[in-house]
């Protein structure tokens, strides 16, 4: 008999698989915008978007895509240490969201209009961090605006992001709600396979 994993593994594999993929695609994005994409205004991320997959499947644990994806940037963008700081913190300002999400409900949160709202809330306040951040590491009021508005595509990448993976069974899901629903299921189509 195959030994089930526990909960602890399953979390861990499943954190590694999407920071992986965090860090190829953020990679081969910041990669094409600087290489292909050098003279426009704009950029785009998956930061924000598999960031809140990650605090609806793990709550907190979503901070760990929060902080890699700053530094998947920060790394092949040349970043100076400064930026580093920026991005890393700032994008640590969305770490109220699973919290708040907590005290809602997930499965609420996951089911009705917020679950396209709470990403949006991320992006935000990623931005805001950043902003903040910036200026109090004396930046001025228009070098820390271009964080919003020279990111203003992730908002579109993240809405799209998360409208796919609210219809994908079990991605945007707090993940110990999907196992217990996948246990039930398999425990009714076994009853149902008895009678």
Excluded at 101 to 122: A, D, Y
Excluded at 155 to 169: E, G, H, P, Q
Aim: proline letters at 2%; glycine letters at 6%.
């Amino acid at each position: 008999m195959e030994r089930q994993r526990t909960i602890g593994e399953y979390r861990i594999i499943d954190i590694v698989i999407m920071g992986i993929m965090l860090a190829i695609f953020e990679s081969l994005i910041v990669t094409a915008s600087r290489s292909w994409f050098a003279n426009q205004l704009y950029t785009a991320s998956l930061a924000a978007a598999l960031t809140s997959i990650c605090y609806m499947r793990w709550g907190p644990w979503g901070a760990i895509y929060a902080v890699e994806s700053a530094v998947v940037f920060c790394v092949f963008s040349s970043a100076t240490q400064e930026q580093f700081v920026i991005y890393i913190i700032g994008n640590l300002f969305s770490l109220p969201i699973p919290f708040i999400m907590k005290k809602i409900g997930k499965e609420k949160v996951r089911t009705s209009e917020l679950g396209l709202i709470f990403p949006m809330l991320v992006q935000l306040l990623m931005h805001v961090g950043r902003a903040t951040v910036g200026l109090v590491l004396g930046h001025s009021l228009s070098e820390v605006l271009a964080f919003f508005t020279r990111d203003s595509l992730s908002y579109i990448f993240t809405f799209v992001i998360i409208w796919i993976a609210r219809k994908l069974d079990g991605v945007y899901e707090d993940q110990i709600h999907y196992l217990l629903r996948l246990k039930e299921q398999e425990k009714e189509e076994q009853e149902g396979g008895i009678l």
